[in-house]
Structure formats: C-alpha cells, structure tokens
C-alpha cells in the first residue's frame, strides 16, 4: 500500500497523507457537526492501524541487509509519525519475520508489549500450501508459465518477478496472450497501486504480475496459486511470497522457477532452513490437493 517498493520506504508524507484521507473519507461530518466518541474511537483503531503497517514496513527496511541504503534520520521520521497519531492508542506489529537488531527498536513505539513468536525457524511452514519446483532455462520461463496457467485449475495466481521491468513485460506479454492479468510493482505511482490492487482482490483479474512489494502484508483471500517466475534472492523473501497462497486456513500451491545455479543454492537453503521438502512439479496435479472445496 504504501509508496516505494522492496528497495523503497514510506515517506512521511505519504502516511500522513494516509492518515488524512482514511479519517476524512470514513468520518467527515455535516458543516457544524461534532465527531461522537465511537467515531473518535474507530479513528484511533485506523490510526494505530495504519501506524503499525508504516512501521513494519520502516523497520524491516532497517535491518542490516538494507541499512546503507537509508537516510540516517528514518528513525526520526517513524517517531514523527508515532506522535501526530492519537496518544491513546494500540500498537501492534506482525511480521513472518524479524530481525533481531530492530526487534529492540520495536519494543519503543509499544508500552509492555505482549510479545509472541515462533522459536523454530523449522515450525515457519504453511499448513496446507504444497511447494514445488521446476528446472528449467531462463528462456524456457514463458512457455512453462503459459502451460501451467492453461493447465492448472485455480482462482487466482501471483506471478513474482524480481524487477520493475520484468513485471511490466511479462504482464504485456500475459495480456497479449488473452490472460486476464494485471500488474503491480514500485514504478506505479501509489494511487495506480492501490487501484490496482481493489482491482485484483475484488476479482476483476485473476493474474497478477508483482515484484516483491506484493511480498509482505497482502491477503486476497481467493489466491491459491503463487509462482516464483523468478526464485527469490533468500529463504525469508520465498516465505513471504509463497505466504500468498494458501491463506485464512485454506489450500494452495507454490511453483518456483529454478534456471540457474544460485536458484538452486537458494532452494537448498529453504529446505534446510524450513526443514520441508520440495519436490520437483509432477506432470499432473491433483487440484483437490490445492484448491480448497
């Protein structure tokens, strides 16, 4: 939702602007009118909302990995935000994962928090999402991509690629084929996004083409079938993205592309890491195993 992609944070500008819309688009009263108290209430679940999403998003763009790629006063800009929103307020964070350097970070913009999370990395599985791969060459992709979306049954999928470019291509070439496709990655300017977005979770298309700011925080509840055109650069970025299948307890499938050796020293890692096992995609698929009844 919010503006910048996987090498992209939020800007204060534009949670603020966020902030603003939601409250005067939910909430605005006749000329004259006062807010009741439940209306101030529901402000404050929206703020607290939208707060915990900006700081997720800041947050993990702050780890390590990412750090030399920030300006040093995004820690400012988080607080600023933590104070234009109401005093009273909950504040919750979620995330598949955490990296421990910022989980102290975290604890400041909570007071006392309960604190929940998964010990094993091995118990970080998706219960109901079978996973499989195929090996192939990296021009043998369209061709593979077009047979498995003629083949398969499904109601929606999420094609991930790993640029701007990729994805802008391959949905023109999905379109000129008479998919229904559309998609969404960080050359969109925020307000195109989330058209998009409305567009693809009310089933108006059931393809989309994303880069990975598609990865975290999105459910869209009839996605039952991710394919990783392109295999993530790690295991964390493959939970997120093969997280979108298979979603609210139901069924799905996640297909990745392996045409390189880093593909394949990626996969290892997964399987290690998450302690599963992905098999190479059989020639057929018995949809009952992933659609949900």
Known sequence: MWRGGADEAPTISTVKAAIFAWTWREHASPRGATLKPTTLSSVNVAAAFILRSFLCSVLRAMSSHHIRHRPPD???????????????????????????????????????????????????????????????????????????????????????????????????????????????????????????????????????????????GIDVERVNIVVNYDCPPDADSYLHRVGRAGRFGTKGLAITFVSSESDQQVMAAIQSRFEVAVPELPDHIDPASYMTS
Do not use: W
């Open 74 to 216: 995004m820690r400012r800009d988080v607080q600023e935000i933590f104070r234009a929103t109401p005093h009273h307020k909950q504040v919750m964070m979620f995330s598949a994962t955490l990296a421990k350097e910022i989980r102290i970070t975290c604890k400041k913009f909570m007071a006392n928090p309960l604190e929940i999370f998964v010990d094993d990395e091995t118990k970080l599985t998706l219960h109901g999402l079978q996973q499989h791969y195929v090996k192939l060459e990296e021009v043998g992709k369209n061709r593979k991509l077009n047979e498995l979306l003629d083949t398969l049954d499904f109601n929606q999928v999420v094609i991930f690629v790993k640029s701007v470019a990729r994805a802008i291509e391959l949905d023109k070439l999905l379109v000129s084929c008479n998919f229904p496709s559309i998609a969404i990655h960080s050359g969109l300017v925020q307000e195109e996004r989330i058209s998009r977005y409305t567009a693809f979770k009310a089933f108006e298309k059931r393809i989309l083409v994303a880069t990975d700011i598609f990865g975290r």
